[in-house]
């Protein structure tokens, strides 16, 4: 018995292995996918069939390795939905990633943050003497006194 499993994981490895190349880094969808809720059909359908694979080894309609290989064929089909509908769906629907909005809130910071017109360090609000060169200024940005001059 155990060695028919360890038989098992290496049939599934080995298809995995075997498939790997085929499947990673697509960033196109995949051609049965032309739309966002078409890749939504596939992957109900693919995970209909796995419920439907289920049943069948459970009254024993199938070998394992059959089981196995038809389940394997069936997850990947339904990631790559999953992925398809990422790619396909309408831009509204969209949610910003995290990331992006980090990033743009920090651009529009650094766009607001006043810097020493001299050596370009970055300043606080309402600061009217950089720390680092000693440049003093008014409200407006006009240098008043710098100590390079
Ligand atoms: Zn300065």
Same mark, same amino acid.
């Given at each position: 018995?155990?060695?028919f499993v360890i038989g098992l994981l290496l049939v599934v490895v080995c298809l *995995?292995?075997?498939s790997w190349p085929f499947f990673r880094k697509r960033s196109v969808p995949?051609? @049965?996918? @032309?739309?966002f809720d078409k890749a939504v059909g596939i992957q109900i359908a693919a995970s209909q069939e796995l419920k439907a694979l289920e049943a069948e080894r459970a009254? *024993? @309609?199938?070998?394992e390795a059959e089981f196995f290989t038809r389940r394997n064929q069936l997850r990947l089909a339904a990631a790559h939905a999953l992925r398809d509908q990422d790619l396909l769906r309408p831009q509204a629907q969209r949610t910003p990633d995290i990331e992006s @909005?980090?990033?743009?809130?920090?651009r529009g910071r650094q766009a607001r943050q006043p810097k020493c017109p001299v050596c370009s360090n970055a300043l606080l609000d309402g600061t009217v003497e950089c720390p680092r060169c000693g440049t003093l200024f008014s409200k407006n940005g006009h240098v008043v006194d710098s100590p390079n001059r």
């Open positions: 018995m155990e060695a *995995g292995v075997v995949s051609a @049965e996918a @032309e739309s009254v *024993g @309609e199938m070998t @909005e980090v990033l743009a809130a920090r």
